[in-house]
């Protein structure tokens, strides 16, 4: 069964500078689909970015970029330049690639703090 | 639609009580996830629909829990004989055929069982 992991609860950065966010999962699959979901405070979830599994380039959003080392099974997520409004809960996902409509595993989350 | 709209956004039950929550996907997605968030914590995935048929149930709790996806109406999560431990923000989420893309989320219910 795929599992997800995130071992940071909480994290915080100053506004400006960079945080990078840790994620692990464990598959048996090789063709499948990461995710990273912000939820703020309105509790509204968003899509913040996505990796394809047999894609080696790293996906970039602007200032979000991911760090994906498929044999490590290692999807970190990097937000650089930091804002106030980044400050949410940041949940790391995986989507199984083999079976269409199947359901998203998440990882337990971690709180961000943006500090002015 | 462009979004996936939830009903109602709070509910407060007694133990005991029925509760049933709403959601309409967006027009055009197949695919509809009910999770459960308690507090701030990781999501508990519930069941899955495709079109009007159930696709995976493996989360439910079947003794007291059922949800519906039926045409041209919302789709339902009905929780009967409500417990504290059901406290949670109810999320409805749904995708296009092709699901690889990610799913889009409702905003929530908040149901409080007192």
């Known amino acids: 069964a795929q599992t997800v992991t995130q071992s940071q609860p909480e994290m915080s950065v100053q506004e400006a500078e960079t945080v990078t966010l840790s994620c692990t999962y464990d598959?048996?699959?090789?063709?499948?689909?990461l995710f990273w979901y912000k939820q703020p405070p309105s509790r509204q979830m968003i899509l913040v970015i996505r990796q394809e599994a047999y894609k080696q380039q790293n996906a970039t959003e602007n200032r979000f970029s991911v760090n994906f080392q498929k044999a490590a099974k290692s999807f970190s997520l990097k937000i650089s330049d930091s804002q106030l409004g980044d400050t949410a809960m940041y949940f790391c996902?995986?989507?199984?690639?083999?079976?269409?409509?199947?359901?998203?595993?998440f990882g337990q989350g971690t709180e961000l703090s943006v500090k002015p | 639609g462009e979004e996936v709209a939830q009903t109602p956004k709070h509910l407060v039950r007694g133990e005991g009580q029925k509760a049933k929550l709403y959601c309409a996907p967006i027009k055009g997605h197949s695919y509809v996830f009910w999770y459960q968030q308690v507090l701030k914590n990781e999501f508990k995935f519930l069941i899955s629909?495709?079109?009007?048929?159930?696709?995976?149930e493996t989360g439910m709790p079947k003794e007291r829990f059922s949800a519906k996806c039926l045409p041209n109406s919302p789709c339902s999560l009905e929780i009967q004989a409500t417990k504290l431990e059901d406290s949670a923000v109810y999320f409805c989420?749904?995708?296009?055929?092709?699901?690889?893309?990610?799913?889009?989320f409702g905003s929530g219910t908040r149901l409080t069982v007192v």
């Open positions: 629909f495709q079109n009007e048929n159930v696709f995976d």
């Open positions: 598959t048996s699959e090789n063709n499948y689909y």
């Open positions: 996902a995986h989507l199984g690639g083999n079976n269409q409509g199947g359901k998203l595993i």
């Open positions: 989420a749904s995708s296009p055929r092709a699901s690889n893309y990610g799913y889009t």
